[in-house]
């Protein structure tokens, strides 16, 4: 089983920037795919971001130039990197882990944190 926990979410002004991280217990290279997701009330959770064990980068429309996911396989940590913030971007984040294909899809997604709050005001 694995564990995943973020952190870097707060509050932030429109424009600005904030980075997320998320923890995972096991070494995040044994799964075949990590991804970002964000849910804001009364709306279906949103894939934005996907990376594969080989390194690959899959981004929504909506996050595609605004928002880079990375990883460091030693530290067993994956990233989010958001800039040029919105209002619309207001929503809790979550970090997911898949051993099934990489897609943006919630139901892909074997493993999840518990996410962390992004308010852009």
């Known amino acids: 089983h694995v564990q995943l926990v973020e952190s870097g979410g707060g509050s932030v002004q429109a424009g600005g920037s904030l980075r997320l991280s998320c923890a995972s217990s096991?070494?995040?290279?044994?799964?075949?795919?990590m991804g970002w997701f964000r849910q804001s009330p009364g709306k279906e959770r949103e894939g934005l971001a996907a990376?594969?064990?080989?390194?690959?980068?899959t981004y929504a429309a909506s996050a595609n130039g605004r928002y880079t996911i990375s990883k460091d396989n030693a530290k067993n940590t994956l990233y989010l990197q958001m800039n040029s913030l919105k209002p619309e971007d207001t929503a809790v984040y979550y970090c997911a882990a898949t051993t099934r294909l990489c897609r943006l899809l919630p139901d892909a997604y074997n493993y999840w944190g518990q996410g962390t709050q992004v308010t852009v005001s």
């Open positions: 990376i594969s064990r080989d390194g690959s980068r």
């Open positions: 096991k070494y995040i290279s044994s799964n075949n795919c």
